[in-house]
């Protein structure tokens, strides 16, 4: 099965600074999905990313994605207090499972 | 939550009582997913559907069981729940295995 490992674990920023969080994987892939979690509730899904694509934009977010490295980062600009949650990724081939996660606290 | 809810949204039970939770869509997607997630080990899959009366196993599943027996409903249930089985449950649908999965809200499940 294919699965991501998030690093870093955990980040702590100032609202306005940049995040960045990076995931690692082992296997071939057709797909990198980003996933945000606040505490206690579902997650929700970010940005999904095809094998043959090497970067992509939405809003605040941009995903690069290079399968040479098996490796792929989340960027989220001009953070806010709001982004505070845990990120995932999810590397998809025929399944998909979920790393760890990095728990991001955007201070005000 | 893209039409989901799981039911019940909280529980508490004995150890060796069976246990079901239940899942249901309303977004006639393919896919629906049991997932665990405890403290230090992100989201596990339990099993997982593919269809009706379709299931397979995650890498968590030993003691769990599932069915599916209509497209919006997926069942867990606990044969005889264990305190190891304390822990945050989620369902999740997509339309395909590759497809991005949409999360319920979670039940809580307190096995004492």
């Known amino acids: 099965s294919q699965q991501g490992e998030e690093d870093p674990q955990a980040l702590s920023i100032q609202e306005g600074e940049n995040a960045t969080m990076n995931c690692s994987y082992k296997t071939s892939i057709n797909n990198l999905q980003w996933y945000r979690q606040n505490s206690g509730r579902g997650l929700v899904h970010l940005i999904l990313i095809r094998s043959n694509e090497r970067e992509k934009h939405s809003g605040r977010l941009r995903v690069t994605l290079d399968t040479s490295k098996k490796s792929s980062s989340l960027l989220i600009t001009a953070s806010r207090a709001a982004d505070t949650a845990s990120y995932f990724c999810?590397?998809?081939?025929?399944?998909?499972?979920f790393g760890a996660g990095t728990r991001l606290t955007v201070k005000p | 939550d893209a039409g989901i809810t799981q039911s019940p949204r909280h529980k508490v039970t004995e150890t060796g009582t069976p246990v079901t939770l239940r899942c249901h869509q309303t977004?006639?997607?393919?896919?629906m997913y049991w997932y665990r997630q405890d403290p230090g080990h992100g989201l596990r899959l339990i099993h997982y559907s593919y269809g009706v009366k379709d299931t397979d196993k995650g890498e968590v599943s030993d003691g769990y069981s599932v069915s599916r027996s209509k497209t919006e409903d997926f069942l867990l249930t606990l044969e005889s729940a264990t305190s190891s089985q304390t822990s945050v449950y989620f369902c999740?649908?997509?339309?395909?295995?590759?497809?991005?999965?949409?999360f319920g809200p979670g039940t809580r499940l307190t096995v004492t």
């Open positions: 977004e006639n997607h393919r896919y």
């Open positions: 999740a649908i997509s339309q395909g295995a590759s497809y991005e999965q949409y």
């Open positions: 999810a590397p998809s081939a025929n399944d998909m499972r």
